[in-house]
């Protein structure tokens, strides 16, 4: 049996587009001979099917009955039936008994809070997202007032400590105010250990966190987790309303989206719950909130780590720069959800953004500094010393560039360029005759070089082949009117 549609494709295929049997039916994923029997067929006349008759059929009112006056098993009325004289299997009556059961609905007292009394926060997750060139599981965190609902939602790539805490204290920032008390389940960021009749063990930073702001924390009972419903109820609403069809090209656009969303849609709209709108009762609520610390809190997860010989720490594949001189050190690293900072001797060290990509690498154009002028140090060390080996004189030498010239060691450095080429002995030549001539620099020593491989000739005598050329010259007389001084002038 086939449904409409089916039947209107089978139709639009055979008659419009003049398909055969075998190309619809291979077109549909159907059995040849039911694209023929349809395709002929001018109207749509599914066929009745008459019940098949059961062995069954004339105890189940007297099933019926026994379910609504007592939760009887299925093997009970299968006995009961029996001894009536119903002569089935068991499993007919399994199935018949599980079909008609009334259905077992539990009762929930319905909570209701004051203004200001109570939050609920929960994560969400919803599939992955694009992060620079690797993908990541995309998470939100929500946190619901429970008097107003007003909403807060922040998306990240991570639930770990820093981000639940981080996420909070965003949280708080939006409202610009902190509850009294905030309901969570029982994930180990907030309770480590629930044992039924004592007293939750809080995750100490957790505690810390909500001493320092002022709530109470409120874990749901275990396997209760209707008890944070309206936060539960917000998470399907994001899902639904938000993420569902939405089109996340990458991670970055994550944090404009929600926000435009939450002022625009999640906290304007009118509740179905209150049947109010969230953000005019939040005005309302606002006032029996607490205010925020003067300080915030220090979210950041600390631990100890120690850099490779490439002045490296590695954090989730990531490789963040330190200073090469505290390669192989040991360092106290502070992990926030935003940026990485790196402490030695309860100095900050060294700084970077956290990025959420993979094996990426991150260095400070400052970090190799001190082993940049270490390796240069030990370089002209050792050009120093092939200064020094090329004649007696060299030290007296470099004596003199330091009295005259600005840059000594760039003489030094040409000098033994020009030993290469030249040779040793030749430059030792123009190093002793430049003290002569007490010519102290690299182009001196150069152009003596220079000399000594390709001597000038001595010019001969001038010969004048044509003497009387000389006679043959004729100078004008000089106009001597220009020296005179005029009539006049002789008194300025």
């Known amino acids: 049996m086939i449904d409409y549609e089916t039947y209107a494709q089978i139709r639009n295929y055979f008659e419009h587009e003049g398909l055969k049997y075998s190309q619809i039916a291979h077109a549909l994923n159907l059995d040849c001979r039911t694209v023929a029997r349809w395709a002929n067929e001018k109207q749509y006349q599914p066929r009745k099917s008459s019940p098949r008759k059961s062995k069954l059929d004339p105890f189940k009112n007297d099933i019926i009955r026994m379910l609504e006056k007592h939760p009887y098993t299925a093997a009970q009325i299968y006995q009961r039936i029996g001894q009536d004289g119903f002569d089935g299997g068991s499993t007919i009556v399994e199935d018949y008994v599980r079909k008609v059961r009334p259905p077992k609905t539990k009762a929930y007292l319905k909570l209701v809070f004051a203004p200001g009394e109570c939050a609920q926060v929960d994560w969400g997750s919803y599939g992955t997202v694009?992060?620079?060139s690797t993908t990541r599981r995309l998470s939100f965190f929500v946190m619901v007032l429970c008097h107003s609902r007003m909403m807060y939602v922040e998306f990240t790539v991570l639930q770990t400590m820093e981000h639940f805490l981080g996420c909070h204290q965003n949280a708080f920032q939006y409202f610009g105010s902190v509850p009294q008390k905030i309901m969570v389940d029982n994930l180990k960021s907030a309770v480590l250990k629930r044992t039924v009749g004592r007293a939750p063990v809080f995750n100490p930073r957790y505690f810390d966190f909500a001493n320092h702001y002022g709530f109470t924390i409120v874990?749901?009972?275990v396997g209760k987790g209707n008890?944070?419903?309206i936060v539960e109820n917000a998470?399907?609403?994001i899902?639904?309303?938000?993420?569902?069809?939405?089109?996340i090209p990458d991670f970055k656009i994550m944090e404009p989206v929600a926000k435009h969303w939450l002022d625009t849609v999640a906290n304007v709209r009118t509740h179905g719950e209150t049947g109010k709108k969230p953000v005019d009762m939040f005005r309302e609520e606002k006032r029996s909130l607490q205010a925020l610390p003067v300080e915030p809190y220090d979210i950041a997860v600390i631990k100890q780590m120690r850099a490779s010989r490439q002045f490296r720490v590695t954090i989730d594949t990531?490789?963040?720069s330190v200073p090469a001189q505290l390669a192989g050190v040991g360092l106290t690293v502070k992990l926030y959800p935003d940026?990485?900072?790196?402490?030695?001797d309860n100095k900050l060290v060294a700084r970077h953004v956290r990025s959420y990509d993979r094996r990426e690498d991150f260095e400070h154009p400052d970090h190799p500094k001190a082993l940049l002028a270490q390796r240069k140090k030990a370089k002209d060390q050792k050009i120093f010393m092939r200064f020094l080996s090329l004649s007696d004189k060299s030290r007296q030498y470099y004596r003199q560039l330091e009295q005259r010239r600005m840059n000594p060691f760039h003489h030094i450095r040409q000098i033994v360029a020009l030993s290469e080429i030249y040779g040793k002995e030749q430059v030792a030549m123009a190093m002793e005759d430049a003290f002569s001539f007490a010519a102290f620099s690299c182009e001196y020593i150069a152009n003596l070089l220079e000399q000594r491989t390709h001597p000038v000739k001595e010019p001969g005598a001038l010969h004048l082949t044509r003497s009387s050329d000389l006679l043959d010259l004729t100078i004008d007389h000089p106009d001597l009117s220009i020296y005179e001084i005029k009539k006049g002038?002789?008194?300025e």
């Open 318 to 320: 990531n490789h963040y």
């Open 339 to 344: 940026r990485i900072c790196f402490y030695h």
């Open 227 to 229: 008890e944070k419903g």
């Open 235 to 237: 998470v399907g609403y």
């Open 239 to 247: 899902k639904k309303n938000l993420l569902a069809g939405l089109d």
């Open 219 to 221: 874990p749901c009972n």
């Open 489 to 491: 002038d002789e008194h």
């Open 130 to 132: 694009k992060v620079g």
